[in-house]
């Protein structure tokens, strides 16, 4: 098959990358690290930001548009802030082009701006600023914007939808009266994200907390979802940050409480990004391609017909018309393949390479049975069934497969989170058998920084309701009152 | 009334500006020329876009995403593109900032890019460099494309929503084997955009196809509409262009056809943008504030409960929850304000500046006989009626105001539209009651800039099915065979 991808066993970074071209996901650009998103790939990005939107708002958001400007002197606001994002940025520096005496073009050096504008890396300080205009009193809050955007962050080692120098995404900033408030958001929005996850990416994640070092610049706390990819590797799905007062201090956005007296604002902001597309794709995937959980997939069911003769066409395509509509009656997304230039087995291989979670075959003898093949993505297991009651056997059918995408991921995580007391065991475990390690940590940045400068492991997070339990830091031997989770991460 | 704006008839730019500003539609951002849309100026937006959407689906096309940054050679390839556009764009030199020994933030100079990145103004050439990729043999063809984006074009003189710096868009990039399939393509999202603008925007607009002075530049030709605000200027709300084969020549871009022979591709681009939300504003609202159709209202209804004491409030709200939920059932968005910190007269002007097309106030002595006060927008008119059979009636009301806007519009356009035969009447007719002007022209482009420089109105469009008519050019008096549509413009 001129389509097949290497195995994910033999290399799973080519495998991914390979899967993301031939599934026509994706492609890279000639600007460097930004990708093209293919109509494919983007109508997996506009179900899922249809159903998060829908969440969004169900919770009070609303949402707004900032630019993509920022002046370059808003990232000194904030102390942290800048510290850790204000590096690598794409920077506007002149706003005019112009054709030189060769009839090139090149840029007009007369049009240079005063202060350079930077391409937003995330939105807290435009917004901020903003928000100094919005809020006098606490009859202002709270505010629950959220924004669908495009962001820039000019990264050396790309990868698609995993790492893109441009990336789409949504950034929530919310601003509140009070620290119980912001915090209550911050779970909130966390809450949605894992709810997103695990029942429509079908992914088991994980909910926790950063440790200090691994925090967003800028926050007091930092919350997130991690999940497990096939190789063992962890992929932050997810964050929600807790902002403190440190952005309204910045940008001097203060309030008027019921009693008049002023104080900073708190905040919030939150984002998930095209990463998902990345995770879906290295959680569920095989060696024959996409495997979509039903929820997400651009088309659920694909209808090829089996035929020698036009007039076998007609017959199938008459039945077809019917079953197409009983399914679209359900909600459920029909794509009848009836392209005479391609074989069976060609539209087979590539309805599997894209994902289609079931595929319903109907030949000649299947009419003159009453019966259609049918094969699921996931397992790739097919199996003849009735005509009759045929739309609501897909339908359940289909819930079955999302149900079973999960429960897959989510065994496959189980047993690949370890607990390890030592730090030979972790080293050992880290290079043999990737995957979550929960282990004993002495609760230091210094311990930690050097785990991950040892081991390139770090620590994904610090789970919620975690068990507290006394033991010794698998590296330093120090007291710890807790286990963490580590990981080598995307 | 501390919202009061000043009257349109007094100073048609400021009630505008002021408008847009106190209807929480938008506000202007520390980045010159770039807009912040507010949540309820960006709920306008997110309407429109799922009814364009939707349509742009229905005519089978996808949705997909490009790079925003566009590497500077490419604007050089198409020559007449670059003409028209590659002079005021906002261009990245630099991808890393630093702290100096200042502590101050600066742009790292050893991080300069070899080749200037600009923020496309618009995704021609970006996009046909990636069609290039894509296309192979006409089985590749028609590729059916769409982006929903920001673009930046560095605007000089900017206004809110109508010339930005920084706006959101759609386009549409199409590619064809033929001629005849593109133009048709053209022809089809010209009617897409009419469709949108009379039966959503409730925005009466004339097809056309520009002069070629007034082409999209690497435009073979240009259609439009255009749109007659309440100032008598003319506005043009959406354009559609056929490419010919200019950026498949400029990209190399061919394909094979049936009989295996090598030809370029035919190629569209059509878009919209917020202007839309600037069109929408100045075509309806008045010295009370906006004039939103239903049908692209965030907010259909409101309710506002009239009452002296919580126990009448309690029993009015016992009412309204049916209501509501009544006119939810119908698909109608119903807001009940039942804030106790404004009074019945503040809300009352708050949602006639939003303009929300339905008001209902409901007192007590409207409980004890069964009734409701009911407002409309656009004619500012109250009636009493039943509350049996309430949501029906608003649900008629809603779909009447709809109608009523637009055959305002309607009136207003054909009251402004006036043939004229000689140039003194035309320049009189301009600064005395500006509005459309139909009249012949000898076709040339001296003429057209002349009448321009000399009057500043422009040939707006020659409308579709334009009726053949032998006349003399106002200017010239040289023969003309049609007249054209002139006016001032936005």
């Not at 050396?156 to 408030?181: D, I, K, N, P, V």
């Not at 990819?229 to 807790?242: I, R, V, Y």
């Not at 996931?378 to 819930?399: C, F, N, P, S, Y």
């Not at 929960?438 to 610090?462: F, M, N, V």
Request: charged share 25%.
């Amino acid at each position: 098959m001129s389509k097949g991808i290497i195995s994910k066993d033999e290399d799973y970074s080519q495998w991914f990358n390979e899967l993301v071209i031939k599934a026509d996901m994706a492609e890279y650009s000639p600007v460097r690290g930004c990708m093209i998103i293919k109509p494919y790939g983007y109508s997996i990005w506009e179900k899922m930001q249809a159903v998060l939107d829908k969440m969004f708002k169900d919770t009070g958001h609303s949402n707004a548009y900032f630019p993509l400007l920022i002046p370059k002197s808003f990232f000194s606001k904030e102390a942290s802030h800048v510290e850790g994002f204000a590096k690598e940025c794409a920077v506007v520096t002149h706003y005019r082009l112009k054709n030189d005496e060769n009839g090139q073009i090149v840029v007009d050096e007369e049009a240079k701006l005063e202060e350079e504008l930077i391409i937003r890396p995330t939105s807290e300080t435009i917004i901020w600023n903003t928000y100094k205009g919005w809020i006098q009193s606490y009859r202002d809050l709270p505010i629950l914007v959220n924004q669908w955007a495009n962001v820039m962050r000019w990264e050396m080692r790309t990868r698609m939808f995993l790492r893109t120098s441009e990336f789409l995404w949504q950034e929530g900033h919310t601003a509140h009266a009070t620290a119980e408030e912001a915090v209550a958001e911050t779970e909130q929005m966390l809450d949605v994200y894992a709810d997103f996850a695990e029942n429509w990416l079908a992914l088991p994640v994980v909910r926790g907390r950063k440790t200090p070092n691994e925090r967003f610049a800028g926050a007091l706390d930092t919350y997130c979802i991690e999940a497990l990819m096939q190789d063992g590797k962890a992929l932050q799905a997810g964050t929600s940050h807790f902002l403190g007062q440190n952005f309204a201090k910045a940008f001097d956005v203060k309030f008027a409480n019921k009693e008049g007296k002023l104080d900073y604002v708190w905040a919030t902001s939150w984002g998930v990004s095209t990463r998902l597309i990345g995770a879906l794709i290295m959680a569920h995937s095989d060696d024959a391609g996409l495997v979509l959980p039903p929820k997400l997939a651009p088309i659920q069911v694909v209808i090829v017909p089996i035929y020698k003769h036009d007039k076998e066409l007609e017959n199938i395509r008459a039945y077809v018309k019917g079953l197409s509509a009983e399914l679209k009656g359900k909600g459920i997304s029909v794509k009848f393949d009836d392209r005479d230039t391609q074989r069976p087995g060609f539209k087979f291989a590539e309805y599997e390479l894209k994902g289609v979670p079931v595929r319903v075959a109907i030949g000649s003898r299947d009419m003159q049975n009453g019966t259609v093949e049918l094969a699921r993505r996931d397992t790739k297991t097919k199996e003849t069934v009735q005509q009759e009651g045929l739309a609501a056997h897909i339908e359940a059918l289909l819930e079955e497969i999302q149900t079973n995408i999960y429960a897959k991921a989510h065994s496959f995580r189980e047993e690949n989170t370890v607990e390890v007391d030592t730090y030979d065991e972790f080293k050992r475990l880290l290079d043999e058998k990737p995957g979550f390690i929960s282990a004993h940590w002495d609760g230091t940045p210094e311990t930690e920084q050097r785990i991950k400068e040892e081991t390139k492991a770090t620590i994904r997070c610090i789970p919620l309701n975690n068990p507290q339990q006394e033991g010794k830091c698998i590296l330093t031997g120090k007291p710890s009152t807790q286990r963490v989770l580590f990981a080598r991460a995307y």
